[in-house]
Every structure is written in C-alpha cells, then in structure tokens.
C-alpha cells in the first residue's frame, strides 16, 4: 500500500508539464500561421501592385529605355547654332564652288566664339558633318582660291573672342540638299543639332 501511496502524488506533475508544452507548441503554430499568412498577404500585393502598372504601361524602371537614350542622342532638326555660357556658334551661309578637279564643292561659313579661358577652334568644338542624300560629304575639299576663313578652323581663341572660319565640302552635284550636323566633341560628344540646306548654283545659299 505504501508503495502504490508514493508514486501517486507525481501524475498531476506529469499532466501539468504536458500541458504546457502542447500550450507552447500550439501557441508557437499559431505564431508561425499567422507569420505565413502576412507574409502570402505581401506577396499577393506586390503581384497585383506590379500587375496593374504593368497592365497600365507604367512599369518604371531605374534604367532609361531605349527609346528615351535614342531620343536623347538624336539630333534636333531645324538649327546648328549654339549659344551657351561656354561657346557660340552660328551657321552664316553656303557658297557652291568648284574644287581644283572642277567638281562641285560647297563652302559653309560659319561664326565661332569661345567664352571659356581654354584656347580652342570651331575644330576642337563643333566639327560638322554633311550628307548629300544617304552619302557622306568629305570636309576636305582643296580648292585653288581658298578664302582665309577656311583656315581659321583650326585657330584656337579663347576669352569671349569671336573667329569667322569655313569649311569646304566635297559635293555630288549641286542640286540636291545637303544635311549639316553639328557634333558637340567638348560637354556631351553627342550630336547638337542638323539642318537641311537646299543648294543653288546661281548664288550663296543662307543656313538658317
């Protein structure tokens, strides 16, 4: 009797251990239910979030597109004269001419100032490009009367100084259009801007 008396007292001991854990256990399964549906809750709103912005065209990205750098790097149609706080630059007229082989040339003048300290030419700056349909213009063309703003293309000024220069351009005839662009080589070595110059033989063609 005394035996079955004394082992008696630690079942309720027992029980109550017990009851804890299964308590905890549960408590702890719940946490981590709840911790689960929050988390599937968060991932239900990003999807959607990003869902509706993509479905409206509006998914922005940290990137610039493609669209946006080409617009960017595209030349503005209309003018090649710049005037900013560093360099100004315009475009005065073209004058058809005739190189030392007798085939058409065109010489486009233009103004250049350099308001910065370091001495630089138009050369430097603004070097042009010119097309005539989908071929590319030479800017090299030797002629036998050169004028003297031919030369000062490559004269470097500074200060706020101003230098009339030109440049002499091979061309295909002398009826179709040339296209001059103007191509920044010293802040954004991108291209400026470009201007369609219609051509006529009989007088000096002003670039607007």
């Given at each position: 009797?005394?035996?079955?008396?004394?082992?008696?007292?630690?079942?309720?001991?027992?029980n109550?251990?017990?009851k804890?854990?299964?308590?905890?256990?549960r408590?702890?399964s719940?946490?981590?239910?709840?911790?689960?549906?929050?988390?599937?809750?968060?991932?239900?709103?990003?999807?959607?979030?990003?869902?509706?912005?993509?479905?409206?065209?509006?998914?922005a990205?940290?990137e610039?597109?493609?669209k946006?750098?080409?617009?960017?790097?595209?030349?503005?149609?209309?003018?090649?004269?710049?005037?900013?706080d560093?360099?100004?630059?315009?475009?005065r007229?073209?004058?058809?001419?005739r190189?030392?082989?007798?085939k058409?040339?065109?010489?486009?003048?233009?103004?250049?100032?350099?308001?910065?300290?370091?001495?630089?030419?138009?050369?430097?700056?603004?070097?042009?490009?010119?097309?005539?349909?989908?071929?590319?213009?030479?800017?090299?063309?030797?002629?036998?009367?050169?004028?003297?703003?031919?030369?000062?293309?490559?004269?470097?000024i500074?200060?706020?100084?101003?230098?009339?220069c030109?440049?002499?351009?091979k061309l295909?005839?002398?009826?179709?259009?040339?296209?001059?662009?103007?191509?920044?080589?010293?802040?954004?070595?991108?291209?400026?801007?470009?201007?369609d110059?219609?051509?006529?033989?009989?007088?000096?063609?002003?670039?607007?």
């Amino acid at each position: 009797m005394n035996q079955y008396s004394d082992s008696r007292p630690e079942t309720p001991a027992l029980n109550r251990h017990e009851k804890r854990r299964a308590q905890k256990r549960r408590v702890t399964s719940i946490v981590l239910i709840v911790l689960e549906v929050i988390v599937l809750i968060g991932v239900i709103v990003v999807f959607f979030h990003f869902y509706t912005k993509l479905k409206k065209g509006d998914f922005a990205t940290d990137e610039p597109s493609k669209k946006t750098e080409q617009a960017k790097d595209s030349p503005a149609s209309g003018t090649v004269n710049v005037d900013n706080d560093k360099f100004a630059l315009t475009c005065r007229k073209v004058q058809i001419v005739r190189d030392v082989d007798g085939k058409p040339a065109a010489l486009i003048y233009f103004s250049f100032t350099n308001k910065t300290k370091e001495p630089l030419s138009m050369s430097d700056v603004f070097p042009p490009f010119v097309k005539q349909g989908d071929a590319d213009c030479e800017t090299f063309a030797t002629l036998e009367n050169a004028p003297d703003e031919l030369y000062n293309r490559d004269l470097q000024i500074s200060d706020g100084q101003t230098v009339e220069c030109c440049y002499a351009v091979k061309l295909y005839d002398t009826v179709s259009t040339i296209t001059l662009t103007i191509h920044d080589n010293y802040d954004t070595f991108t291209d400026i801007g470009s201007v369609d110059i219609p051509l006529q033989s009989s007088a000096p063609e002003e670039a607007q």
